[in-house]
């Protein structure tokens, strides 16, 4: 057995993991749901489920990761047993991170299409009609969706290749930097804009009579996903983290920093959304049609439409390589594989099955119907099977495992090791034993159209 891996250090974890949780998620799904959620009392509600949900499972899954210095299959075999049930809780996570992988990275590689597009000035020359129909000939053009796709995978693996320290928390430690200053960039320029007081209003005014029941579960579903939580992500990375390492601190930091990108990215969109007379509940085509047309009409166009496109790249990847990461220490890990060979072939299956995806909208090449189920397309299909029940799943079961199973002076060690937090010890438990259960289960009964 060679020695595991381990970060350099714990700002080294803090940002791989806020990277990890930073990604499309952020920039991408939380600015649509907001806006098509009625803003304000969404924003409200997802902060209550940031705090009080997602923030104790991210917490568990690191110290699971940690006492079982393993990736989630082989965490719970040493944790509970070789034979247990509890080890189809790791299965799961697997089967996730290759899952979602193979659709994020098409999403990724749309992002990187329009840097390109953006760098070289086309699409801001286009002007507002010209930029329109270009996101619907990038959906259906089965070889440009498809050749970016493979590209991103590419860079993905390459990072991943390299290992914990001298790769993930290399690339960690230039990129987030990097995307926080981009982010504070455009933030300046957008208070510049007449619509920003509008956006604040937007996204932090309270429109009670917003409010609705599906609102607040998509919140917590959109919690779960940002924070990178329920298939074992925040466990593999918890896995590389030192035993004196504070692990509630660090879980703090990294919601924080994520709900702060979240924030702000909103505080980005809106205002450039809102100068421009456009909608705030276009959906998922926000940041790809209306941003653009946004954007093309604003003095220095092509130097922000290349930062908020090369922002998005850069998000993504850190997300990305974190999923990669749990597929490729399983076969470190479960098989014995070298890390090479195991980050290799793990892309390249993902790589594989993102091909349905990258294909999704070019009915020209592929019959939608050939490639439905559920009556969707593939992309629509793997995200409503991932973001609805794979990850509540894997959470609800790192919950209960964590809270009713797992041995508690091993727990309670783990908690107190390297923290003065203390006191939250109490809470924590209690939160994990009730709260997220039946949050999660809330979750579950909607999807099945119960509540
Ligand atoms: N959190 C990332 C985002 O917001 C996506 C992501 C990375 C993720 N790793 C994950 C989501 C693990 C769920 C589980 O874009």
Redesign the pocket.
């Known amino acids: 057995m060679t020695k595991r891996s381990h970060w350099n250090s714990r700002i080294g974890f803090v940002l791989a993991a806020a990277g990890?949780?930073?990604?499309?998620?952020?920039i991408w799904r939380f600015p649509y749901l907001t806006g098509e959620n009625g803003g304000g009392i969404f924003v409200l509600i997802y902060l209550a489920c940031v705090a009080l949900v997602g923030l104790p499972v991210m917490v568990a899954e690191i110290l699971i990761g940690r006492s079982a210095q393993s990736s989630p299959v082989g965490a719970f075999k040493s944790l509970a047993g070789h034979t247990s049930k509890w080890v189809w809780v790791g299965w799961l996570g697997v089967c996730s991170s290759f899952v979602?992988l193979s659709y994020?990275s098409v999403v990724a590689g749309w992002s990187l299409h329009y840097t390109w597009l953006s760098v070289t000035g086309r699409l801001v020359g286009l002007g507002p009609e010209g930029v329109k129909p270009v996101f619907g000939e990038l959906y259906q053009s089965a070889p440009m969706s498809l050749a970016w796709h493979l590209l991103f995978m590419g860079l993905t693996i390459a990072v991943v290749f390299g290992g914990v320290s001298k790769g993930v928390e290399r690339w960690s430690r230039i990129l987030m930097p990097a995307l926080l200053i981009m982010m504070l960039v455009l933030l300046g320029h957008a208070f510049s804009l007449d619509g920003f007081t509008q956006a604040v209003h937007f996204v932090f005014g309270f429109h009670a009579d917003k409010f609705t029941s599906i609102g607040a579960l998509e919140a917590l579903g959109q919690a779960?996903?940002?924070?990178?939580?329920?298939?074992g992500?925040m466990l593999t990375y918890g896995s590389y983290l030192h035993r004196e390492d504070d692990i509630m601190g660090s879980s703090i930091t990294i919601s924080v920093l994520d709900t702060a990108i979240a924030l702000i990215s909103s505080l980005v969109l809106f205002p450039i959304i809102f100068s421009y007379g456009m909608e705030p509940s276009t959906g998922p085509s926000l940041v790809f049609i209306s941003v653009p047309i946004a954007l093309s009409q604003m003095p220095g166009a092509t130097i922000l439409a290349t930062l908020f496109f090369a922002l998005l790249v850069f998000a993504a990847l850190t997300?990305a390589i974190?999923?990669l990461e749990v597929t490729t220490s399983y076969f470190i890990d479960e098989r014995g594989w070298q890390r090479r060979r195991a980050a290799v072939l793990a892309g390249v299956v993902v790589a594989i099955m993102g091909i349905p995806s990258a294909l999704s909208g070019g009915t020209r090449y592929f019959g939608s119907d050939l490639v439905s189920l559920l009556n969707k397309n593939w992309f629509d299909s793997m995200d409503y099977l991932a973001s609805n029940w794979m990850?509540p799943l894997g959470g609800l079961g790192i919950a209960l495992f964590t809270a009713w199973r797992m041995d508690e002076a091993l727990r309670y060690d783990h908690f107190l090791s390297g923290s003065r937090l203390r006191i939250f010890y109490k809470w924590w438990l209690l939160l994990l034993k009730f709260l997220v259960p039946v949050a999660i289960l809330l979750v579950f009964l909607h999807a099945v159209g119960l509540i």
């Not at 990890?20 to 952020?26: E, Y």
């Not at 779960?224 to 298939?231: H, N, T, V």
Request: net charge neutral; hydrophobic share 55%.
């Open positions: 990890s949780a930073v990604g499309l998620g952020n979602i994020y779960f996903f940002s924070l990178s939580l329920g298939m992500a997300s974190s999923m990850l």
